[in-house]
């Protein structure tokens, strides 16, 4: 038979690691024709980083994205990164991309006060104009100004950033501190079918529910979200390494099962957008934590549906079929 | 027979005459990449898992890693270098990246390739025959959520076109 259950869970994933040093860093100047080059350290693996970085840099430099030049990958000629690791990027590497993007923002804006006869803080930048703040029509290009600051004042447009959340060890007898800057939430709900004569699960729905701080590309969020519900999907039911003696038993996509499209069920997923004072933008992370609580909101189902808790990942048909039979036995006495 | 070892096969690749000399043992996949530089084609498991050197051959989508070359000579072959007309973006690529279906972008040409191949055969596929379609490519970072959306846009776009143009 057939039986359908549905099951929750949260979580809650830190970013911005302060235990120990957790740099990143960045350049950035205005170029005479009005684009801007940035080199960053962090590596774009797909997630979509650099999409990000490039829009933090556009806002911040106030130009339009596509004249953003982002140079990254070649540690040869870009600044330090500690890694696309641990969902760091868009706070860490944005952080240091911003800083970096504001420092050349101030020389601009200085060069552009005295082209313009006013003070520095009146003025501001959009869309590749310098203009005053209480009177916009009064503006002049951003290429003529990195253009003079360049050639006319020996004074180029550019700035170097370096983010790294304050370092702050943690009790060395407790283990007590503040071991992250910042903390995501989320909740996913999983519905699933159980078939109690296979023991076999079928995810039908996934809703999830992120605050990742301020979403800077909702696209590329929604993507994060997706594919790492896809990974908990095949954490929680099919993925599942096995070692003997040091060989890996099953090195194949054959016998380490990934889902597929037709494992993956539709998604619906919803950002809430909890601004972080100290992100760039209010931006925090969505990586990694998009994947932790579908496994655990799948095994709830799994217990709503068929009254059986798997403990031991993945639940597969024969330890669903076990508990199952367990469960009968005991009902029997 | 030391003869049998080298076939000379000929081709069309992408609507364009190709040939070229190669041994009885070689695949497609190597074929493609290494002798005739067609690396958009990508090599993934070799042992036909993950879809992610699927290409078309006569139209239908294969693992390229699978099938030996010289049982290729005198068929159609279709990668992802030939799917855009020239600057022209095909249906299912600009799909792709108004939906964001890439991300790390390794499964995104057999992923394109079996979608074509689904397309081909079915012009207005329901969700479930895409993600039939498509099973056989693994990807292991969007959640395939973004990419069924993309083939569906792109199935609903090339009726419109072909509509406009009966």
Avoid at chain 1, 54 to 74: E, K, M, N, V
Avoid at chain 1, 94 to 105: I, L, R, W
Avoid at chain 2, 135 to 148: D, E, L, Q, W
Wanted: with cysteine.
């Amino acid at each position: 038979m057939k039986k359908r259950g549905r099951g929750m869970a949260c979580m809650y994933y830190p970013l911005g690691f302060t235990s120990y040093p957790n740099p990143s860093a960045a350049f950035a100047k205005y170029n005479p024709d009005g684009s801007a080059t940035v080199l960053t350290g962090a590596q774009d693996i797909g997630q979509g980083s650099g999409t990000v970085l490039a829009q933090i840099a556009a806002d911040t430099l106030g130009i339009p994205y596509d004249r953003i030049s982002l140079i990254y990958g070649d540690t040869q000629a870009v600044p330090m990164d500690a890694g696309s690791v641990a969902s760091r990027v868009t706070y860490i590497a944005g952080n240091a991309v911003k800083k970096a993007c504001e420092q050349a923002k101030s020389i601009l804006l200085d060069v552009a006060a005295d082209m313009l006869g006013v003070l520095p803080h009146g003025l501001d930048v959009a869309d590749g104009w310098v203009y005053l703040k209480d009177f916009p029509e009064k503006r002049v290009a951003i290429a003529d100004v990195a253009k003079t600051a360049e050639v006319g004042r020996g004074r180029p447009a550019q700035g170097h950033g370096t983010y790294n959340p304050a370092t702050t060890l943690l009790d060395k007898e407790t283990g007590h501190g503040k071991p992250y800057e910042a903390f995501v939430y989320a909740a996913q709900v999983a519905e699933v079918e159980v078939d109690t004569e296979t023991g076999e699960v079928e995810v039908l729905k996934i809703y999830a529910v992120h605050d990742c701080g301020k979403a800077i590309n909702p696209m590329m969020v929604e993507g994060q979200i997706e594919g790492g519900i896809a990974m908990g999907i095949g954490y929680g039911l099919t993925e599942n390494l096995v070692i003997e003696k040091g060989h890996v038993l099953n090195p194949q996509l054959a016998n380490y099962i990934v889902p597929t499209a037709l494992d993956v069920p539709p998604i619906e997923s919803a950002i809430v957008e909890i601004p972080e004072p100290k992100g760039p933008f209010g931006a925090k992370g969505i990586g990694e934590p998009s994947l932790l609580p579908t496994a655990p909101a799948i095994l709830n189902a799994i217990y709503d549906a068929v009254g059986v808790r798997i403990r031991d990942l993945p639940a597969t048909p024969e330890k669903i079929l076990a508990e199952l039979e367990k469960l009968e036995k005991e009902k029997a006495k | 027979m030391t003869e049998a070892s080298t076939h000379h096969i000929r081709f069309t690749l992408n609507g364009s005459e190709v040939s070229a000399d190669v041994k009885a043992n070689d695949t497609l996949l190597n074929v493609l990449r290494e002798q005739l530089g067609y690396t958009g084609t990508k090599r993934g498991c070799e042992t036909g898992e993950c879809g992610a050197c699927t290409v078309l051959v006569d139209g239908k989508a294969v693992n390229a890693c699978l099938i030996l070359a010289p049982k290729v000579d005198g068929r159609a072959i279709q990668t992802i270098e030939g799917l855009a007309k020239g600057a022209e973006l095909h249906p299912l690529q600009k799909a792709f990246i108004e939906e964001g279906a890439l991300q790390c972008g390794f499964c995104g040409p057999g992923m394109l390739m079996s979608a074509k191949a689904l397309l081909d055969e079915i012009p207005n596929p329901t969700e479930d025959q895409v993600r039939r379609g498509i099973s056989g490519n693994i990807c292991r970072c969007t959640g395939y959520a973004k990419i069924v959306k993309a083939i569906m846009k792109a199935s609903r776009q090339m009726a419109r076109v072909g509509g406009e143009g009966a």
